[in-house]
Each structure stands twice: as C-alpha cells, then as structure tokens.
C-alpha cells in the first residue's frame, strides 16, 4: 500500500515536472549549474571508475583466458565490447546514483525540512519547476556525456593494463576492439545513460523533495534516494538489454 | 480582507483544528496564539495555500486561494511576505542575494533598481552593512531580519510572521516586536503573527486568535483579552508572573 502511495506521489511529481518544463526562464541558471555540478564535477569519478573497470577486466580476462588456442586480441574485444555494451553504463550508473543522487536528496530535503521550499512557493515560486527540473534534465543531458568519459577511460585503462603487465600488447588488444566494434552497443550505451540519468536525478528529487523529520528524515531520504536508485538501474538495466538486444 | 470560514484541517487520523472561522481587516495585526502544536503554523499555511484543507474556504479580497487554478494562487502569493520560524534563508547566496531573489524573477528592473530596493529593504531592518554577509555568519536575530527585508522586498499587502522571536534573547526579540508595529506602519501592511510569545502579542498585535481544543477557541480585540473571562485563554496568557502581573495591573 506503501509503495502504491509513493508510486503515486512520485508519478504525480513527474507530471508537474512535465508541466513545469515549459518555464525556462525560471530554471535557466539553476540547469546550468545543474549541468556543471553533474557533468563537469562528476568527471574524475568517472575517469577512475572507468579506469580501474577497464584495468581489472584486462587483467582477469587475461587470467581466464590464457590458453594458446585463443588469440590475445580476443581480450581487446571482451574487454572494450563490455566497457561499451555494460559496464560503462551501470558501474558508472552506480556510482553516480551514491554521488549525484545523494547530493541531490540530500540538498532538496535540507530546503524541505528548513522550509525553504515553502519560503520559495510562498514567494509565488513553482518550487518543482525551480528545483527538481533542471536537476532531472542536466541528469538526462550530462549522464550520456559521462558515458564517453567512462568508456575512453574504461577502454584505455584495459590498454595500459595489458600492456604494463605484460598479458595483451596493444596492437593485439587495439585489433580486437576494432574487429568486434559494432556502433549499435554505444547507441544502446547512450539510451542507458539517458535512461539512468532520468532514473537517478527524478528519484532522488522525488525523495529529497518530500524528505520529512528533520536531520535524521533527510539522512533517511537520501538513503532511500541511493538505495533505490540503484535497485531501479539494474532493474532498467535488464529491462532494456531485454527490449533492445 | 482576508475570510477564514469554517476551515478544517487533518493529517490521516490527526484532527489539528476543525470549523475555524474569523476575518482579518486591512491594515490590521492579528496574534494567532495557543500552545505548541495546535496548529497555529498549520493554519498561517492555508491562508497562502501551501496546504490544502480538508474543508472550508481562505477567500482573500473575496476570492477563494484553494480554488484558484495554481498560476493565479502563484500570484496571489506575491501578496504576501511570510517571515519563516528558521527564517529559511537559501544558504547557497548571500544576504544581499537573499533579499533580491524574488526581484530577480518576479520584477524587469534593473541591476541598478534591484539594489536600492534591496538596500531599502535591508535599511527597513537596520542591516545595511550586513548586505555581503553569508547567511552561515549571520545570528539569529540578523536571520529573521534578512528574512523579513526578503519578505517586504515585493512590496506585500500581508505579512505573515511564523514564531518571530522564538529562540531569540529579550532585546532581539523587541527590536522585532518593534519592526512589526514599524513595518506595520511605515508600509500600511495586513499583518498575521503566530506566537506563544505573549510580550509579543501585548506589544503587537491588535487582535487575537486563540486556538485550543482543535478549534478556534477565542476571537477579540487585544482589550477584550484581557477583560476576558474566558478560562482557558487566561489560563494561556497568565501562564507567566510578567503576564500574571500585567492582568492584575490592567485589572
């Protein structure tokens, strides 16, 4: 009954969301600053999640698949098909949900619970238009753009890897990423991230926006906020590999 | 005018106040008063509409805010200034910033416009040179004053007051009793203060609400309370020796 309600809540919250888009001039500065502070700041996050994927993935595929009868470009493959068609996405997703979801609960449920969102409402404001946004629409703009940033430090991170302990050269890890690369898994990369993007920047708005209680209710949302985002990524995750492959 | 009629409100199986009814002229200043959590908050909330009631109707100048469509309620809120209990200043911006925020988005004037009008506001509190201040290092007292230049800043034609000198020392909270009845004056503005602060309300206030009971239970004149036999408001307003003394010395 719970959930039905929070459903509801959120899927109303949306719709004002929708409604409220059209008021540019209201949120112009904040999605701009929205864009930075998820975009720009989430980047060296990024770079090293990204970098340490690609460099294990290397690394035990190497492990795993040392044999003569398998062609040391065959890692190359394994290692860019997956940084582009997965793991870019949803690692990246994950992190991102504890960095940019957590700041966004956490921010939107400080303003609730000091009322600064009634003091924005009562000032004539629409709050959802102000607040929650510019916050899902920089999600949904710059989450892709972190999807490239992933997969160059994911596939580059793979090289190095192979290179610096000796398992893949790079001209053999470089041939089988060019041999297997099809565009299809970077097209479907960047429906993820939009996909992930919205996901994480509406629920955690959603829970920080109705945050109530306080210190311990805000810690409590953005908690919720993390928890679920995650658990709505993978779920999303396994919903469009279904769909779209 | 503002006409609360027959305004009932709950949250789930909570009952917080039912059938309250009562005006509030132009130009007046009204004291809503009664104990910590009847709902006195609740109440100053459905009179710009940022909660819904259950039943009843908040007409203001004899239009109904709850059956407004949300763009004419948005405007009808540019009437009113509301000073919060926490002063919810926006932490991200400074003082300055703070009071021009709603000028920015809701005036065309000028950089030039938006500062005098600023200024203006923040030498209405006597904070001129708190201007470039971050809210971090403002006190309490300098707080409320903000949010006060920020609530008068549009010109309002009601000012809601949420606990005005709740947390405050005895001289800071008559420096804000004192900005009220000035702020009153000087602007000729509707004035709703919600306290429990009864110094506050004797200096203020022109008319009282009391609520208790979950419902309005007394409605007068600042005189007619203290002639009032009313039991429970007297056992409220004379529930200190300064509030005791001044009923024996009025009476």
Redesign the interface.
Known sequence: MKALRELGNYSTLLYQALRSSTEF??YRKSFFHEMVKIGYDSVPIIMLTGFFTGSVMTIQSAYQLESAFIPLSTIGAIVSESILIELAAVISSLVLAGKVGARIATELGTMRV???I??L??????SVSFLVVPRVLAGIMMFPVLYIVACVFGIGGGLLAGLFTGTVPAADFLLGARMYFQPWTVIFGFVKMFVFGFIITSISSYKGYYATGGAEGVGKSTTNATVISCMVVLLADFLLASLLL | MIEIKNLTKSFGDLLVWEDVSFNIQDGETIAIIGKSGCGKSVLI?HI?A?LVPDSGSVLIDGEDIHKMD?VLK??L??K?G?L???S????SINTFENVA??LR??SNQSEEEIRNNVMEALSHVNLEDAYNKETSELSGGMRKRVGLARAIV?KPNYIMYDEPTSGLDPQTSQEINELIIDLAKSLDITSIVVTHDMHSVLKVADKVAFLDQEKLSWHGTVEEMKKSEHKALIDFITASEYQIKQRVEYN
Not at chain 1, 121 to 126: A, L
Not at chain 2, 88 to 91: N, P, R, V, Y
């Open positions: 001039k209201t000091s009322e600064q009634d003091a409402e009562s000032m004539g404001f629409n | 909330k710009n940022l949300y948005r405007k809120r540019q009113f509301v919060f209990q926490g919810a200043l926006f932490d925020f709603p988005y809701f549009l």
